[in-house]
């Protein structure tokens, strides 16, 4: 396996070791079967240490995408891939959702406005009750297509200029970032929902749409609460994969054992040539 030298940003380094592997099981670099490298030579491909890369194997055996033969090493399971594919667990903005699909990405923005935050935010974002915040109200359309209505309030401290002066069809997430508060993390409810009426009419829509309603808040590196949201996705978007483990069951049953008596059969590690450095997960 060849990795160049990875640059690495403030995210906990295992978790962007964890990331960086568990894009390249899901791009299919690594394949179901495949080894990975040994903890020293993973170590020395990531300039990390090997403490490091045992949390980041141990995340991803916890997540059943690994599994462990002793003696022999950590290997692809054969169902990672369909397990990562729908996943929600991984941080990533709007724009980049979309984008994935194959989506031009384009944004109408329906309102910005500074008002007092309701109790909800206040609490949510832990301001004093009556906190200025930005109220914006965006259609993200996909081909032309309004596929999410998205609201969202945050603290206005964070702009740093009057919002007029802000473009707000772009990311939210390159905005925050640009400000110091990369969003690296949200805690989001999901729930089926109706659109609002008025937010139908404005969109054209017919009413009776299905559509999931994403509610929660997003998190900066230092655990910062920066923006409160509801997102509304077009059900038809998107498909939600829960991945459900025996908890209390471990690897040792006769399937895992005829499994680990498989390793030396199994494909070794794959020589990996595509450079590029651990990615942030960034709305």
Known sequence: MQLAPAKLN??????????????????????????????????SLYG???ATVRE???LLEQEGLIVVSRGFGH???????????????LFSSQTQFLESLGHAVSTRVLTVRVRQ?????????????????????RFRLADREVVIYARAAFNEQIL?????????TGSLAALFA??????LSAVIDIRAANLPARVCRQAGLPPGTPWLLFHGTNYD???QPMLFAYDYFRGDLRTLRVVQRNESAQATGPGAAAAHQRAPGLRQTPRLTTKRPLQQHGV
């Open 10 to 43: 403030r995210r906990p380094v295992a978790l962007r070791v964890r990331d960086d592997l568990r894009e390249r099981i899901a791009d299919e670099t690594l394949k179901a079967g495949d080894r990975l490298p040994s903890e020293p030579e993973c170590a």
């Open 48 to 50: 990390v240490n090997r």
């Open 56 to 58: 980041a194997y141990k």
């Open 75 to 89: 290997y692809v399971q054969s169902h990672a891939r369909d397990q990562i594919a729908g996943t929600v667990s």
């Open 117 to 137: 935050s309701t109790t909800e935010e206040a609490d949510a974002l832990h301001l004093a009750p009556g906190s200025a915040v930005v109220d914006l109200e």
């Open 160 to 168: 740093g200029a009057p919002i007029d002066d802000i473009d707000w």
């Open 178 to 183: 640009s400000r110091g508060h990369a969003l």
């Open 221 to 223: 590196a230092a655990s």
